[in-house]
């Protein structure tokens, strides 16, 4: 487990909570992150974030992405 960030502890108090699992992941997100990060700093709290959104909302299956990644992180930055 790594140490959450001042940024990190800003965005998810508590940690992100994954579906199914009762250890919070701590974001490690700086200032400099996007408002929805997907995770492409290594903050494992938000692509966990991402991954969830992107499967509820159906933007990814079994074989990965079922629209362009950039599409994916449009959405998710966009919050639809």
Known sequence: MTTPSSEGLRRYPGGYYDVGNDDPQPCTCTPTCAPRCTGSCGCEACALAFAEF???????????????????????????
């Open 54 to 80: 992107c499967d509820i909302a159906g933007l990814i299956g079994m074989d990965g992405f079922t629209v362009p990644e950039a599409e994916a992180v449009r959405r998710y930055q966009l919050g639809r």
